[in-house]
Nanobody, 126 residues
Framework: EVQLVEFGGGLVQAGGSLRLSCVAS????????IGWFRQAPGKERELVAA???????VYADSVKGRFTISRDDAKNTVYLQMNSLKPEDTATYYC????????????????????WGQGTQVTVSS
């Protein structure tokens, strides 16, 4: 059974940090690019960051310089380190997996992703 499970969400004050983890099972993890997306109430789901099979990364402009995505293929895990959090970062965060033969290509569009986790809530208080 394919599973993506997110961990690490919670309540944090503005300026604080959180690290999210996404643990995968049921598929060959290193065949997939992984993305972190978020969705706030009343808003569309949007890409936060993504990492290719070979470690190439892309970030939303709103999080550049504050968030870092990384992967550990030995642990089937992708991380999202979030620093200098702002109230506007409040959302449910989802990880998703996209099968890719390329080690470089990473897509930012939701429709490219094959598998999704159930999400973890991040709330940043002002």
């Amino acid at each position: 059974e394919v599973q993506l499970v997110e961990f690490g969400g919670g309540l944090v004050q503005a300026g604080g940090s959180l690290r999210l983890s996404c643990v995968a099972s049921g598929f060959t993890f290193d065949d997939y690019a992984i993305g972190w997306f978020r969705q706030a109430p009343g808003k569309e789901r949007e890409l936060v960051a993504a990492i290719s099979r070979g470690g190439r990364t892309v970030y939303a402009d709103s999080v550049k310089g504050r968030f870092t995505i990384s992967r550990d293929d030995a642990k089937n895990t992708v991380y999202l380190q979030m620093n200098s959090l702002k109230p506007e970062d409040t959302a449910t965060y989802y990880c998703a997996a996209d099968f890719r033969t390329s080690t470089i290509v990473v897509f930012t569009t939701i429709g490219e992703y094959d598998y999704w986790g159930q999400g973890t809530q991040v709330t940043v208080s002002s």
